[in-house]
């Protein structure tokens, strides 16, 4: 009995030598980064002409959607905690130029005395492509935004009407006081949600490459705001320039 338990605990030994190694590097780089968060922001079939779009931002093919998975994928690997946003709109929703008699996509009007783009019909509620393009078990949460039809809502921390999301909430319970921002669109969504972020309390940093804009002059705006406010912009991903960040 005696040689049996030497023996297994012989063999025990020389089974935490053998996988030592790999668990040694992943607890370096856990310690190496720390807990940042990551927020993927409405990769969705409607703002790519990968899935034909409603409202397709130039450059968001396939190859530009399968890059973005991959540097989600890479993140998650690393230890970063992925969360997501998402476009949930209503059919009546105010910024579709539909449900404003004689309007057109794109035109600009005041609704409550403020400034309201009105666009194609896009990511209503249920539809195909509403869905969230990137492999949704990478992300521990998906926030819905826009889903109330009085008001649009660029971030993903709170609608145009001042009604926050759970986003600040769950980032802060995670421990997490970095976060990384990349998606569609630069100057409106990722802009708005970054800025956001910034506002919350949090370092942000936006990844260029992993972006696309509705439009050159404005996506070069919305870099220079986000500078502005302290949020910091990598041309691409650079684990080291984030964790240094």
């Known amino acids: 009995?005696?040689?049996?338990?030497?023996?297994?605990?012989?063999?025990?030994?020389?089974?935490?030598?053998?996988?030592?190694?790999?668990?040694?590097?992943?607890?370096?780089?856990?310690?190496?980064?720390?807990?940042?968060?990551?927020?993927?922001?409405d990769m969705q079939g409607d703002f790519t002409t990968l899935k034909k779009g409603s409202l397709a931002v130039n450059g968001t093919d396939e190859a530009f959607v399968k890059k973005v998975e991959k540097a989600t994928q890479e993140l998650a690997k690393h230890g970063f905690v992925i969360f997501g946003t998402q476009d949930w709109h209503p059919a009546d929703h105010v910024s579709f130029f539909i449900n404003h008699g004689g309007k057109k996509p794109f035109e600009l009007i005041q609704v409550n005395g403020k400034p309201q783009v009105l666009w194609p019909p896009h990511c209503i509620q249920g539809t195909e492509n509403a869905r969230v393009l990137v492999d949704n078990n990478l992300f521990l949460a998906i926030v819905k935004k826009g889903q109330d039809s009085r008001f649009d809502s660029y971030s993903g921390f709170q609608d145009d009407g001042g009604a926050i999301t759970e986003m600040a909430k769950i980032i802060k319970r995670n421990g997490i006081q970095k976060v990384v921002?990349?998606?569609?669109?630069?100057?409106?969504?990722?802009?708005?949600?970054?800025?956001?972020?910034?506002?919350?309390?949090?370092?942000?940093i936006v990844v260029e490459d992993l972006c696309k804009g509705v439009a050159p002059d404005t996506t070069k705006k919305a870099f220079e705001e986000m500078a502005a406010a302290g949020v910091k912009t990598i041309k691409t991903l650079d684990l080291k320039e984030i964790r240094d960040f």
């Open 1 to 41: 009995m005696k040689k049996r338990r030497h023996l297994l605990g012989v063999f025990l030994g020389l089974l935490a030598i053998t996988l030592l190694p790999s668990f040694a590097g992943a607890c370096a780089d856990c310690a190496a980064f720390g807990k940042i968060g990551v927020i993927v922001v």
């Open 181 to 204: 921002v990349y998606g569609i669109a630069t100057d409106y969504c990722v802009k708005a949600t970054a800025l956001d972020a910034k506002k919350a309390g949090f370092k942000v």
